[in-house]
C-alpha cells in the first residue's frame, strides 16, 4: 500500500455553512496523493453530514467527543497522518487549485526549507493578504505579527516530532508556534495566492480580537528579548503600552521607548541574533506607526495638542519636520 506524500490536516467545528468547499477544494487539487484528514471538534450542527457524503478513500474523519479547539484538533490530525508532508487548512476558506502541487515542489526540491505557505486573496473583495518572501525577512517580521498563515502552509512531517501545538491557547496558536519553530527551521512564502480565505462573524479571531492582541505582545516580547536587553531600564509595562496604545502615555514615557528601539538596534548589533538591514527596517516601522498613531490618528487616551508639541522636542529631526509638514497639508487641504 502506498503512502500519501502529503496529510491535509482540516479541523472542523460548527461549518455545515463552509466545509463542503474546502473538501470540495482540496478533492480538485491537480495533486493527488494525498490524505485528508478531517478532525471534527466536537460539532453540533450538521458538520458531520456534509463530510460524510463524500465517498473518497483519502478522506479520513475522526470525531472529538467535545469541542476542544484547534490546537488540540491539528495536533489529533497530526498523530493520525501518515504523510512526508503536511497541510493545514481552515474548514471555511478554499485552496487554489495546485496549492499542493506547487508548495510540494518547493519543499522537494529545497533541502533547507521546511516550511512553505503563501499570499492569501480574501473572498468576494480582490484583496491580497501578502507575506514576506524569504526567511530572514519572515524571521524579522515576527517581531510586529504573524509572518505566515497556518491554513495556507505546507510542512515537513518531522517538524511534530518536537514541536505541537499548544492546547492551552484557544486562540493565537499559530502565531505562538511559529515563535518556536523559526528558530529550529527555514520557513518560506510563495510569492502568489494559493488560498481564498474567507471573512464572517463567527471567526475566532474576530471574537477573541482583544485577548488575541494581548497574547500576540507577550509573543513579541519573547522575541525581543532573544537580544538580552536592558529589562530594568525598559520594564514589560513601558513596552506593552507602546504596542497597545490603549493607557496614557506621558511624554517621558514615549521618549524612553523611542530609545528603547535604539537600544534594540544597538544589542542586535553586538548579539546578532536578527539580520541587522531586516532588523532597523522593523524598528523604523514600529516608530513611524507610534508616531502616526499620536499626530494624526484621533486619540483614546487623553493626549492633548500641548502633549504633542511637547513630544516634538524628542523626535529625531527628520521625524519632526515630517510630521510637521504633513499637518501643514493637511490643514491646506481642510480650508
Known sequence: MNLPLISIILPVYNRERYVADAIESILKQTYENFE????????????????????????????????????????????????KYIAFMDSDDISHPQRLVKQIEILETNEEIWVCGSWLKLMNSGVIIKHRKDHKELLCQMLINCPLSIGAVSMRAEIFEKE??????????????????????????LQESLLFYRIHENQNSIE???????????????????????????????????????EYISVKEFAQ??????????????EQIYPSLELHGILCQI??????????????????KYWRFRALGILKWADTIDVLRKKIKSSMRKR
Open 287 to 304: 516608530r513611524k506607526k507610534l508616531i502616526h498613531q499620536i499626530y494624526f490618528i484621533e486619540s483614546k487616551i487623553g493626549i492633548d
Open 257 to 270: 521607548f523611542l530609545r528603547w528601539l535604539e537600544h534594540i538596534d544597538e544589542q542586535n548589533r553586538i
Open 36 to 83: 485528508l484528514i478531517i478532525i471534527d471538534d466536537g460539532s453540533t450542527d450538521d458538520s458531520i453530514e456534509f463530510i460524510e457524503k463524500y465517498d473518497d478513500s483519502r478522506i479520513k474523519l475522526f470525531q472529538l467527543p467535545f469541542n476542544q479547539g484547534l490546537s488540540t484538533a491539528r495536533n489529533r490530525g497530526i498523530e493520525n497522518s501518515k504523510g
Open 164 to 189: 505541537k501545538f499548544n492546547e492551552k491557547l484557544r486562540f493565537g496558536e499559530d502565531y505562538e508556534f511559529w515563535s518556536r519553530v523559526i528558530w529550529k527551521t527555514r520557513l518560506y512564502n
Open 208 to 246: 477573541n480580537i482583544h485577548s488575541q492582541k494581548l497574547l500576540d505582545i507577550q509573543i513579541r516580547l519573547k522575541m525581543f528579548k532573544k537580544l538580552a536587553y536592558d529589562q530594568k531600564r525598559f520594564p514589560d509595562n513601558l513596552i506593552k503600552k507602546h504596542f497597545l496604545f490603549d
